[in-house]
């Protein structure tokens, strides 16, 4: 069982940056897969991006790349996705889940989910 835990979030003006954390319970967080992804009001929970167990591989949506970066430390069990260069379509709740071993951007794949935090980005 693993418990996913985000903080981070909040209000920031258009080109402005944020930083998201989750923290994950449990002693093999380093065999998952971590993800982001996003859902704004009355939209679908869309893919963000996702990291390999170890690190070494990483994903973005077209949307994201170039301006967020995702990262982890297993040594504290946490993934972390850096957001610079916000706009306002970046406004939305931000989850992020858990897949054991293998990467996906696809979110019926992920096993554990956190409570997700708000991002607001003003124009």
């Known amino acids: 069982q693993v418990q996913l835990v985000e903080s981070g979030g909040g209000l920031v003006q258009a080109g402005g940056s944020l930083r998201l954390s989750c923290a994950a319970s449990?002693?093999?967080?380093?065999?998952?897969?971590m993800g982001w992804f996003r859902q704004a009001p009355g939209k679908e929970r869309d893919f963000v991006a996702a990291?390999?167990?170890?690190?070494?591989?990483?994903y973005y949506a077209d949307s994201v790349k170039g301006r967020f970066t995702i990262s982890r430390d297993n040594a504290k069990n946490t993934v972390y996705l850096q957001m610079n260069s916000l706009k306002p379509e970046d406004t939305a709740v931000y989850y992020c889940?858990?897949?054991?071993?293998?990467?996906?951007?696809?979110?019926?794949?992920?096993?554990?989910w956190g409570q997700g935090t708000q991002v607001t980005v003003s124009s």
């Open positions: 449990g002693r093999t967080f380093s065999s998952y897969a």
């Open positions: 889940a858990a897949r054991y071993r293998a990467m996906t951007i696809t979110s019926l794949r992920y096993d554990y």
């Open positions: 990291i390999s167990w170890s690190g070494g591989s990483t």
